[in-house]
């Protein structure tokens, strides 16, 4: 049963998965030279060891990666292919107890290696508390693997009817949907990227106290507007798939478009926000405005790539990827003025001549 949960469950994970870890290793490991990569990271454990905010996002994070595996956990035993599983219920509770959480370690496993590195590096500094208490939490986490056990042995439960009251207090216009989709269906995603993406403006402050440096502040926010690339991939298809009956509205193509640049206006505006209090010094307000409208029209230009035909995971990955270096070569040598005009340009040619020819692309 060992093995073929394995293979049902642990390896299904990674292969669907695969795209997501493949983006989250290149931006956190291969895109900065090895000193680089290595002083980040290790300001970035010192912090989670030491400060209290570095560890409450590192847990939010490690608390939303969990979920994540505890919804696909659950997803696969719903699932009618899936069905042969429920003869664990034979097994005792004991035994059903400890292959989930064994299943779940593994599915854990990049996180539980970094976490575990981390947690040696705040001993090495005298640290106890909050490495002692990261520890606790990790161990904890393999022990919310059991969870999804309910779906197995709920089998012949009966079922409670439940009654959904709309909890909405204000009306909301059109141009706030992808927001609302955000905070409601991907609110662990979201909320995961925004407290990645602050954790490492805060590292990068931490490590440039004394000598601000404009180009490390500028690679750094470049970096971080690729690690939003699977926002526009969601918006898109949320908006496709769950609201497609917006296409048979009169809405023009431009008000479409107009909708994502106001929610990425809004997703941005907290980093543009940390930046220009806490880094003002290093960096002119002129410069965070371009950086601000760089990530803008980049995320709108990862939008417009969506509407590609035969778009597949890797090639989305692609895409990114070059359009990340882009930027840096524009920052080195133009300006990211010239780099925000060209992604735009390409953005709006590309949405307004593929939007209604859009077909979604099954892996």
């Given amino acids: 049963m060992k ?12 292969r669907v998965n695969s ?11 291969g895109l900065m030279n090895g000193k680089a990569v290595i002083d980040m990271h290790h300001q970035i454990m010192r912090g989670i060891s030491n400060s209290f905010s570095f560890f409450a996002g590192a847990a939010f994070i490690w608390i939303a990666y969990t979920i994540k595996c505890l ?27 400890a292959l989930f959480a064994m299943l779940q370690f593994l599915m854990m496993v990049p996180l539980t290696i970094y976490g575990l590195i981390t947690v040696a590096v705040g001993y090495s500094y005298g640290n ?40 909405r207090k204000f009306n909301f216009g059109q141009r706030w949907y992808l927001l609302l989709y955000s905070i409601n269906d991907r609110k662990a995603t979201f909320a995961g990227i925004k407290l990645f993406s602050l954790i490492l403006l805060q590292a990068m402050v931490a490590a440039n106290r004394t000598e601000p440096n404009r180009e490390s502040f500028s690679f750094l926010i470049l970096f971080l507007i690729a690690a939003h690339a699977m926002l526009p991939a969601y918006y898109v298809r ?41 880094v003002h010094h290093a960096l002119t307000l002129q410069v965070i405005g ?17 509407y590609l035909p035969k778009l597949t995971t890797e090639r989305y990955i692609t895409y990114v990827s070059v359009s990340f ?8 040598s133009f300006g990211l003025w010239w780099f925000t005009l060209l992604a735009t340009t390409l953005a709006v040619t590309i949405f307004l001549t593929r939007y209604y020819r859009y077909e979604p692309t099954i892996e």
Avoid: C
């Fill in 3 to 14: 093995k073929v949960l394995v293979k049902t469950i642990v390896m299904q994970f990674y």
């Fill in 238 to 278: 949320f908006s496709e798939q769950q609201m497609s009956f917006l296409r048979n509205m009169p809405i023009s193509r431009s008000r479409h478009l107009a909708n994502y640049l106001f929610t990425y206006g809004v997703i941005f505006l907290p980093e543009m926000l940390f930046l220009t209090i806490n």
């Fill in 128 to 167: 106890i508390q909050y490495p002692t208490l990261f520890l606790l939490l990790q161990v904890a986490l393999f022990a919310a693997g059991i969870i999804p056990l309910r779906t197995i042995n709920s089998t012949w439960n009966e079922q409670r009817v439940r009654i959904n009251l709309p909890n």
């Fill in 19 to 29: 795209g997501f870890f493949l983006t989250v290793f290149i931006l956190l490991f």
């Fill in 71 to 97: 919804n696909f956990t659950t997803r696969t035993l719903k699932d009618p292919s899936g069905a042969f599983l429920y003869t664990m219920q034979t097994l005792s509770d004991k035994q059903q107890k």
């Fill in 290 to 306: 371009s950086l601000y409208t760089s990530a803008i029209s980049t995320s709108l230009l990862y939008t417009s790539l969506q």
């Fill in 325 to 332: 270096f882009s930027s840096l070569l524009f920052v080195a």
